[in-house]
């Protein structure tokens, strides 16, 4: 089984294109240069992980109007069969669906959607429409001028180590096998979320058996260690990679990086499954947000 990485808003923008440089044959180590680039980039944007200030959730019963922190109008959870978040407002509430200031009611769509909502509001902040796994739809509001923006010191991060890129094996297990994962504010109860393989490596002598999951066409590690909480970012970090046709796959631990809840409280985090929190050391990618200052950001 072969994945590819397809482009995504925020893994499309973390991996970007890294053959773009300017050396004819690059090293790793000028590879990386890139990543890290093109990482500080990301989260930087409009809709990038530091401009994240609200996430509401519409779990009441369609058109059960309220208000969101952040934004203009009203919103509500969507009606039967609708694929999106009930709006409404005024000329003079400021909300402007794909270009179009509105004054009345309105669906704003989210990227799963065939044509998905711009939406913007007077303050120039700007929104977007997610769905969780229960099918309970939210509204994201983004601050391009955030004060986590305006702090952003920069993202600590070891240096480029190659002990760290580590050759493993993918099982692919037919029909997947479910995975029970807790996010940091779901109380301890966990979600389902479906593997499609173990990946096996070795480690100072010792086999370790691991889990990732489906992101786009790649897969994504979760994962802690023994400097989680010290040297790094309490919750853990997270890892991109693609198992290559004959079942090999690469773990380059350089470009583990820090989960969206490292950079902004709104985000709701998964916590690494058991089999994926290492005894051992990983002295490789990002560490943590540093403020200008130089202390944490968070």
């Known amino acids: ?20 440089v300017t050396a004819e044959n690059p090293t790793p180590q000028e590879l990386h240069a890139v990543f890290r680039a093109r990482r500080a980039e990301a989260v930087t944007m409009p809709q990038g992980n530091l401009a994240l200030i609200n996430t509401s959730w519409f779990y009441a019963g369609s058109r ?28 003079a509430d400021g909300v402007v669906l794909n270009g179009v200031p509105l004054d009345g009611e309105s669906v704003a769509f989210g990227k799963g959607a065939e044509t998905p909502t711009t939406i913007a509001f007077a303050d120039g902040k700007t929104g977007s429409v997610i769905v ?39 099982l692919p297990i037919e029909g997947g096998k479910a995975v029970g994962v807790a996010h940091l504010k779901d109380e301890g109860n966990a979600r389902e979320k479906t593997i499609p393989g173990d990946i096996v490596f070795t480690r100072d002598g010792v086999e370790y058996t691991i889990a990732a999951f489906v992101e786009g066409r790649a897969l994504m590690l979760v994962f802690s260690d023994a400097t989680s909480g010290n040297e790094t970012y309490s919750v853990g970090r997270f890892l991109l990679c693609a198992p290559a046709p004959d079942g090999s796959i690469t773990l380059d631990f350089n470009r583990a990086f820090l989960p969206p809840c490292a950079f902004s409280y709104n985000f709701n985090c998964p916590i690494p499954p058991e089999q994926n929190r290492f005894p051992f050391k990983v002295e490789a990618g990002e560490k943590n947000v540093l403020a200008k200052s130089g202390a944490l950001l968070h």
């Open 1 to 20: 089984m072969a994945f590819h990485l397809r482009a995504k808003t925020s893994v499309g923008e973390l991996l970007g294109n890294l053959a773009v």
């Open 132 to 170: 969780n796994e229960e099918g309970i739809y939210g509204l994201r509001v983004w601050d391009a001028q955030s004060d986590d923006i305006q702090n952003f010191g920069g993202i600590d991060t070891y240096e480029f180590n190659p002990d760290w890129v580590i050759q493993g094996r993918f």
């Open 64 to 91: 059960e109007w309220e208000s969101v922190w952040g934004a203009g109008g009203q919103w509500a959870a969507p009606a039967e069969g609708i694929n999106g978040v009930a709006v409404k407002a005024t000329l």
